[in-house]
Nanobody, 124 residues
Framework: QVQLVESGGGLVQAGGSLRLSCAAS????????MGWFRQAPGLEREFVVA????????YYADSVKGRFALSRDNAKNTVHLQMYRLAPADTAVYYC?????????????????WGQGTQVTVSS
């Protein structure tokens, strides 16, 4: 199994920045892709961004493209999601997830393991 622990959520004003991290442990060799999803109250979980461990290839949802930046630290099995110009619409619980392949990465079905989630709240 792969264990995922998110950190870095919190409260920020609109226009501000936050950095989320997700540390993976356990059978990390089975993880080829790390993704971030978010879920706001009353809404379905939505894809935010994914990164491939091997070469750092990333794919962003249109809603965050140009505002969010995902990076990886292979030595620490950790990914960092830097979020800029945050808006109230970004308020959600953010989850990181681990998956075996770069297939259907925008869907939750592509991921085997999930973190517990971290709350991000953006005030207007």
């Amino acid at each position: 199994q792969v264990q995922l622990v998110e950190s870095g959520g919190g409260l920020v004003q609109a226009g501000g920045s936050l950095r989320l991290s997700c540390a993976a442990s356990g059978r990390t060799y089975s993880s080829n892709v790390m993704g971030w999803f978010r879920q706001a109250p009353g809404l379905e979980r939505e894809f935010v961004v994914a990164i491939r461990w091997s070469d750092g290839l990333t794919y962003y949802a249109d809603s965050v493209k140009g505002r969010f930046a995902l990076s990886r630290d292979n030595a620490k099995n950790t990914v960092h999601l830097q979020m800029y110009r945050l808006a109230p619409a970004d308020t959600a619980v953010y989850y990181c997830a681990s998956g075996p392949s770069w297939v259907r990465i925008t869907t939750s079905h592509a991921y085997d393991y999930w973190g517990q989630g971290t709350q991000v709240t953006v005030s207007s």
